[in-house]
C-alpha cells in the first residue's frame, strides 16, 4: 500500500501501443516484447503475445478470480435483479435503507473532501519538511490500513467513547460515521500523492518564485496540476473505502436506524434476518459505487500515462 | 527560495499534520495499549490461555497464512501476465484486479455466500454432495480472506516488474534458459522485495479481515470464531479487558509488518542511492 507508485506512475506504460503511437514502427512494444503481427492487425489494436505457458497461466489464474471476485459479485447483482426492477427498487428506497445510504454518501462525500485537503497537506509535510520524528509519522500513517478494522473501532472508542478523556462523546452519534471513516481513509490520499510529490522537480516551483509568483500562485499553476491526477485517485480510493466501511462502526456507531446506521449494516442485518434478496439490492447499489470508482480510476491512470 | 519567506507557513502546516494525527491516530492507539495493560501483564497472558481465544487466534493465524500463500502465487502469476504478455481484455483485467479494494467487506461476504452456501447457493449443494462445506466453515473463511487481500501483491509487484523491463529476460532467453529457468534466476531476484512488501501487507491485511469473516462464518465458538470476532463478541458481552488484549495482539502485528515494511523499503532506498551516485 505504501508509496502506492503503481497507481498513478508506474502503471503508465501498461497500454504502450495507444499511449505512444510513434513506438509501433520498430516493431518492438515499450516493453521491449517483439510484436510479430503488430503490422497485420494495425498498429494501434491491442495484440496478443500469449503463449502455450503464458495462456496457461492466464487460464488458470482467471479461474481462481472468477471463482474468488467475478462469479460471486455476479450472483450479488443476479439476485437483486431477480424480483425484477420494482422489487429492487422497493427494497433500496424503504425509509430505513434511504436513510442509511444517504447517511453513507453524505459521510463518505465529507470525509473525501477533507482527506482531499489533509491528505495533501500531510503528504506536502512528508515530502517538503524535515523534522525529527518524520520517520515515525511516515508509520503512523499506514497504521489505519493495516489496523484490523474492529480494532480501529475499539481504538477511536478510546479517546471518542463514553470513557473519553476529551469529554468527547461521539459514540452512537452520526459524528462517530464521519471518525471512523477519517480514520480509514487516511492513507489513500497521502499515499497516491506523496511519491508524485516526491518526483516532482523544484526547480520549476523555485523559477516561478523568482519571476514573482506568489506561494499561492506557484501552489495552484505549478505543484496542484501535477498532483491532481494523484489527489483524484485517492480521493476515489478513499471513497469507495468509505462507502463500504463496516467494521469499525460495529462498536463505535451502535448501529442506531436513522441515526448511525450505514449501508453495510443494512447490508448484514438484512443477511442476519435472511433477507438475502433485499440484502443483495443494498449490495449492488454499493457495487455500482466501486465499479465507478474502479473507472474512474482506470481513467485517471491512463491520463497520467499519456501525459508522461 | 525564500527560506525566510517559508518558515512560518512551514511550521504551520508541519503543527497541524502533526496535531490531526495525534488527535486521529497515536492519541487513540496509545490508549488502546494502556487499557489492554490496566490489569498487568499477567492478567493479559492469563486471557490467552483460554481455549475458545486460543482457538479463535490459531484459525485467524491459519486462514491468514493460507489467504497469503494463494494470494502470493496468484499475485506473481497474474503481475507477470499482465505486464509481459499482451492478450484482448487486459485492461479490463487490470481494472477488475483492483476491484477487491473498492468492495465493502460485507458485500464481499454476501457474494461468496450467494455462490457458496451448502443451502441456497450456485454452486454450494453441489461441492456440498462431494463433501465440501465452504460457508459456515474454515474454506469460506479462507476464501473470504484472500479476496479482501487479493489487490495487495499485484500492486507492488507490476510497477516494479515495468521498471525492470525485459532486457535480461530477453538476454537469458537467448542464451537458452528455459521459461522456468528465466523466472526463477532472472525474474523472481529482481522482484523479490516488491514480493515481500506485497507479503506482508496482505499477511497484516488478512489477519484483521472482519466483516466479509463475519458474513461467512457463522460465529461458532472454537470453530468458526476468528480474533477479530472474539474482539466484537467480548466487547458486547462486557468483557473489556479480554477484547482490549486481543485488539493489542492484532494491532501490535500490524504495527510489526508496517515498520518491517518500512525498515526493508528504507534499506532499499539506501542501497539504490549507493548503486547510482
Redesign the interface.
Known sequence: ???????T???E???PSSARPGSSEDGL?D???PRRTAHRAGPRR??????R??GL??G???L??SL??????A??VA?AAAGGPAEFWRAVTTEQTLHAIRLTVLAATAVTCLNVV?GT??A??LV??S?PGK?A????????F??????AG???L???GSSS?LGLHWANTPWSVYLAF??VT?PFVVRTVQPVLAELDADV??AA??LGAS?TTTFRRIVLPSIAPAIAAGAA?SF??G?????SL??LSGNLPFTSEV???R??SS?ENDN?AG??AV?TV??LV??A???V??VVQRRVARRG | ??ES??RP??YV??C???G??L???????V??VT?AFEGGAGTVLGLFAEPGTLAALRLTALAAVLATA?NLV?GV??S?????????G??I????????????????????????SGR?G?FGPTLESWGLTVIFSTPGIV?AT??VS?P?VV??V???L??I???QE?AAASLGAS?TQTFWRITLPSIKWAVVYGVV?TL??S?????AV??VSGNVLGQTRTA?LA??EM??NFDQQG??AI?FL??SV??L???I??VL??RAERTERKATP
Open positions: 500500500m505504501s508509496r502506492t507508485t503503481s497507481l506512475t508506474a502503471r506504460t501498461r497500454a512494444s516493453d521491449g516484447a491491442p495484440v496478443s503475445t500469449l503463449t505457458t503464458s497461466g492466464l488458470v489464474t482467471m481462481w478470480f474468488l471476485v467475478l462469479v460471486p459479485l450472483a450479488v439476485t489533509a497537506a500531510i506536502w509535510v517538503r519538511d523534522f520517520r509519522l511516515e508509520v503512523v500513517i499506514d497504521v489505519p493495516a489496523l484490523p478494522t474492529i480494532v475499539l481504538v477511536l478510546s479517546l471518542y478523556p477519517a480514520f487516511l516551483e523555485e518564485a523568482s506561494r480510493l469507495a473505502r462507502m463500504g466501511e463496516y467494521g460495529v462498536l449501508a453495510s449494516v447490508i448484514l443477511i438475502l440484502a443483495a449490495a454499493l457495487l466501486s465499479l470508482v474502479i473507472g480510476l482506470d | 527560495m525564500g519567506r517559508r507557513f512551514t502546516l508541519r497541524a499534520v502533526v490531526y494525527l488527535l486521529l491516530v497515536v492519541w487513540p492507539l490508549l488502546v487499557h494463494i496468484f502469476a497474474i507477470l501476465v499482465l505486464v509481459r504478455v499482451q492478450f484482448p487486459k485492461r483485467l487490470s481494472a477488475l484486479v483492483d476491484l477487491p479494494l473498492a468492495v465493502s467487506p460485507v458485500v464481499v461476504g454476501l457474494a461468496l455466500m450467494l455462490v457458496y441456497t450456485w476464501m484472500a479476496f487479493l495487495l500492486r507492488e507490476v510497477p516494479v515495468h521498471e523491463g525485459t532486457e530477453q521459461g501487507l497484516a491485511r489477519l484483521g479481515e472482519f466483516g463475519k458474513v477479530t474482539v466484537e466487547y458486547l477484547a482490549y485488539a492484532l494491532a500490524s504495527v509488518a508496517i515498520l515494511v518500512s523499503r528504507s
